[in-house]
């Protein structure tokens, strides 16, 4: 296990009612899945509210671009390395003086890869570690709208909600062969019903709060010039860019700052005992998007297809009642998404007369 702790002159100089606002605030909390997109923007977030953090990282090399995203933060932040989340004890040394836990980290999906095990172990194996401390408070675990998605796909005209329920037996497994986005949802379900039985079984002295966004788009912190596209971002971007119907049957997201200001809020008092989020945005249309980005970015090729060939709803007014949040429309989410790319050359830009 490694640490790596690093001062930053220009926070020693602080006044003094900003020294105080950090001694208050001076909680440490540990973040995995830093190095992705949610990870990032929701480090970030919690380092702006005046909180520690510790840095979970696969391998020590990854902490130098972390230094770099989080440079006006640097006193507050320290690496540790724990190589394979799925290892029971992993987080053990990690989670030493720490009061505050948010497990953004999830495997991804690639054909011929078993997700189920690792989106499993990697939830149960942090749990089980802060269980073994005192000093732990809330464990947040960042899921995902699959959680609550039938693998056959959500029916029509129906609203998801956090009380639906989709039963799942992790022993009946699911072939490595089946469409990487299948795998991805029963990885879900499956995390999100381990953590349930963890819950109930073991009664951790520490609150559980579970976020299930939608779609995620905004500006991606963890994103360099050079790096290729990929996630919902990139799947947006290929959707605008192509002449076929959307992947996604709806326009149905959340902007990554909603995302990462509840984790944040969740870490206070607003949430108790085991608790589920979902978050989103309104539906929108595909031809909404389609006029929003023709208008706004006239310069850019878009082939987008308009054709919405999914229709159901997410209700997150208990996100919104329970955690005060506002959700950014679907023109914040796309304006933030297409100008971080305009700005790294990753759209195709044509003369307009």
Known sequence: MLYLSHNNDSEASMPVIDKLKSTIMAATVLITGVTGFIGSRVALEVLQAGYRARLSIRHPEQAEKLRRIFSSHLSKIEFTVVSDITVTGCFDEALQDVQYVIHVASPLPDRNSDLLIPAMQGTTSILQSASKYSTIRKVVVTSSISSFIPLAGQ???????????????????????????????????????????????????????????????????????????????????????????????????????????????????????????????????????????????????????????????????????????????????????????????????????
Not at 265 to 271: I, P, R, V, Y
Not at 287 to 305: D, G, K, M, Q, T
Request: charged share 20%.
């Open 155 to 353: 029916p029509h005209g129906t609203v998801i909600t956090e009380d639906t329920g989709i039963p799942y037996d992790a022993k009946q497994g699911i072939s490595p062969l089946l469409d990487p986005m299948v795998q991805y949802r029963a990885s879900k379900v499956a995390s999100y019903q381990a953590i349930i039985d963890f819950v109930q079984e073991h009664k951790p002295s520490f609150d559980v709060t579970t976020f299930h966004p939608s779609w995620v788009y905004g500006r991606n912190p963890a994103q360099e010039p050079h790096d290729n596209l990929s996630g919902s971002c990139g799947a947006l971007v290929l959707t605008l860019l192509s002449p076929e119907r959307p992947i996604n049957g709806q326009f149905l997201g959340v902007h990554v700052d909603d995302v990462a200001a509840a984790h944040v809020k969740a870490l206070g008092e607003c949430t108790r005992g085991f608790q589920s989020f979902l978050l989103s945005a309104p539906r929108r249309s595909w031809e909404e998007v389609n006029a929003f980005v023709r208008h706004e970015y006239p310069s850019v090729a878009w082939r987008l297809i308009p054709e919405d060939w999914m229709n159901y709803a997410v209700d997150s007014s208990k996100a919104e009642k329970e955690l005060g949040l506002k959700f950014k429309s679907m023109e914040d989410q796309v304006r933030d998404t297409v100008d971080q790319q305009l700005e790294f050359g990753k759209l195709p830009v044509q003369s307009v007369l």
